[in-house]
């Protein structure tokens, strides 16, 4: 059954219909000139405190009208927004002053699709969310691109050292959260520790030793080890069989830490959810397939409306959990939808599968951050959506400027 619903879901995206007629030939990645973001100066600030608190839930003081009413930044305003700290994983911080160069594309128009009212929940009526237990497609692509991110959210793998998350994960808009200092990023493992040759003596070698010692289940107490001192270790999740449909992982340490300066406080008057997405850097390269980033394109052009993204929600502890949904309501920076989600998945990467110019071949890119459960003004009242941050021209720029540096391959997305 399992294998159907998969069959199921991988053949989504392959045909869209608006108003009874086949538009297939529509939905295509359109690469666009972007604008190139490059460093001016980067200057040491003081260490973070590494003591707020993390908030998995946000209130926004900018809902949907509000977004939509908002003046286009001018190119001093998007200086300093997009400028940026660094935090490298020996605990030191600097802030980037970037210029923008080249043009600054105008916002995508708003478009409003009507729903019915909403419950003020995570989950929408029934839970369509989906737990994937099959290894084989727990890790392979698609679903192999979900990280785990110690704070307690998820990420998604966008090159081979860099992971794509939530801001408010690692920040609450004034410091760093307890534990974002040793940060780690755990990857789905193809391989349980008893797969595979045996080892001589049982031993562990230097490197799985340092794993584990890094693996976050250790500094909650569910499992404990000392050199010498006989005690029987517990299961870790890093270990577990995947028999119960959990999957192992791999725990690689942060070398940096890359978030825009206007999600910070002071910057915007208050965080802003346009600027709720990070870039970690791993210390070490992995050798899975990853996910490239796309821009955002408007709903029109996706089919049926439809996004997807696999994150580690809290509710379905060590299980791998994926749903779909339709968007709602769109601004020049954020989706809001009713995609079933729970704490843990924040930071999850949302994607589309579109078809490749001139190709037959259809893709998936990333072109959102999930950030999560949030509480929107409209029309004066609080409402609830669940929100996700969209990749636009300039952000795009960011993000492969943080990647690549000043780098020609940022120069189309």
């Given at each position: 059954m399992e294998h159907m619903l998969l069959l199921f879901i991988f053949c989504i995206p392959i045909l869209g219909l608006t108003n009874g007629t086949e538009t297939e030939q529509d939905f295509t990645w359109h690469l666009k000139k972007i604008p190139q973001i490059v460093s001016r100066r980067t200057?040491?600030?003081?260490?973070?405190?590494?003591?707020?608190?993390?908030?998995?839930?946000?209130?926004?003081?900018?809902?949907?009208?509000?977004?939509?009413?908002?003046?286009?930044?001018?190119?001093?305003?998007?200086k300093d927004l997009l400028s940026y700290e660094t935090v490298f994983e020996n605990g030191t911080r600097t802030l980037t002053e970037v210029n923008v160069l080249g043009p600054v594309l105008d916002p995508v128009g708003n478009t409003t699709i009507q729903r019915s009212?909403?419950?003020?929940?995570?989950?929408?009526?029934?839970?369509?969310?989906?737990?994937?237990?099959?290894?084989?497609?727990?890790?392979?692509?698609?679903?192999?691109?979900?990280?785990?991110?110690?704070?307690?959210?998820?990420?998604?793998?966008?090159?081979?050292?860099?992971?794509?998350?939530?801001?408010?994960?690692?920040?609450?808009?004034?410091?760093?959260?307890k534990g974002s200092k040793r940060l780690r990023v755990g990857l789905m493992r193809t391989k349980s520790r008893g797969d595979g040759r045996k080892r001589k003596g049982g031993k562990r070698s230097r490197?799985?030793?340092?794993?584990?010692?890094?693996?976050?289940?250790v500094a909650t107490g569910k499992r404990r080890r000392s050199k010498g001192d006989g005690r029987k270790q517990r299961r870790s999740g890093r270990k577990q069989e995947t028999?119960?449909?959990?999957?192992?992982?791999?725990?690689?340490?942060?070398k940096s830490t890359h978030i825009p300066k206007g999600w910070f406080k002071?910057?915007?008057g208050d965080i802003a959810l346009d600027y709720d997405y990070a870039?970690?850097?791993?210390?070490?390269?992995?050798?899975?397939?990853?996910?490239?980033?796309?821009?955002?394109?408007?709903?029109?052009?996706?089919?049926?409306?439809?996004?997807?993204?696999?994150?580690?929600?809290?509710?379905?502890?060590?299980?791998?959990?994926?749903?779909?949904?339709s968007i709602s309501d769109e601004s020049n920076d954020l989706f809001?939808?009713?995609?079933?989600?729970?704490?843990?998945?924040?930071?999850?990467?949302?994607?589309?599968?579109?078809?490749?110019?001139n190709k037959k071949k259809w893709k998936r890119k990333i072109i959102a951050v999930f950030s999560g459960h949030q509480w929107v003004d409209v029309n004066g009242e609080q409402q609830d959506y669940n929100v996700a941050v969209r990749i636009t021209p300039l952000k795009y720029a960011q993000i492969c400027f943080w990647m690549h540096g000043n780098d020609e391959t940022c120069t189309q997305g």
């Amino acid at each position: 059954m399992e294998h159907m619903l998969l069959l199921f879901i991988f053949c989504i995206p392959i045909l869209g219909l608006t108003n009874g007629t086949e538009t297939e030939q529509d939905f295509t990645w359109h690469l666009k000139k972007i604008p190139q973001i490059v460093s001016r100066r980067t200057f040491s600030l003081d260490s973070p405190k590494f003591e707020a608190k993390p908030k998995l839930e946000l209130n926004s003081v900018c809902g949907i009208e509000c977004q939509r009413k908002l003046p286009v930044p001018s190119l001093s305003d998007l200086k300093d927004l997009l400028s940026y700290e660094t935090v490298f994983e020996n605990g030191t911080r600097t802030l980037t002053e970037v210029n923008v160069l080249g043009p600054v594309l105008d916002p995508v128009g708003n478009t409003t699709i009507q729903r019915s009212p909403r419950k003020k929940r995570q989950i929408y009526g029934t839970d369509s969310r989906f737990s994937i237990y099959d290894r084989r497609f727990m890790t392979n692509f698609p679903f192999n691109t979900a990280v785990k991110i110690s704070t307690g959210c998820s990420g998604v793998l966008i090159s081979p050292k860099h992971v794509l998350t939530a801001a408010h994960c690692l920040h609450n808009g004034k410091d760093y959260v307890k534990g974002s200092k040793r940060l780690r990023v755990g990857l789905m493992r193809t391989k349980s520790r008893g797969d595979g040759r045996k080892r001589k003596g049982g031993k562990r070698s230097r490197r799985e030793v340092s794993a584990a010692q890094e693996d976050p289940e250790v500094a909650t107490g569910k499992r404990r080890r000392s050199k010498g001192d006989g005690r029987k270790q517990r299961r870790s999740g890093r270990k577990q069989e995947t028999s119960d449909g959990m999957p192992s992982f791999q725990w690689t340490r942060v070398k940096s830490t890359h978030i825009p300066k206007g999600w910070f406080k002071g910057v915007s008057g208050d965080i802003a959810l346009d600027y709720d997405y990070a870039v970690l850097e791993l210390k070490r390269p992995h050798k899975r397939k990853y996910m490239e980033l796309g821009i955002s394109p408007t709903i029109k052009m996706m089919p049926g409306s439809m996004i997807h993204f696999s994150g580690f929600d809290n509710d379905r502890s060590g299980q791998l959990v994926y749903r779909f949904c339709s968007i709602s309501d769109e601004s020049n920076d954020l989706f809001y939808q009713y995609c079933d989600a729970e704490p843990g998945s924040t930071g999850s990467g949302v994607y589309l599968r579109l078809k490749e110019p001139n190709k037959k071949k259809w893709k998936r890119k990333i072109i959102a951050v999930f950030s999560g459960h949030q509480w929107v003004d409209v029309n004066g009242e609080q409402q609830d959506y669940n929100v996700a941050v969209r990749i636009t021209p300039l952000k795009y720029a960011q993000i492969c400027f943080w990647m690549h540096g000043n780098d020609e391959t940022c120069t189309q997305g």
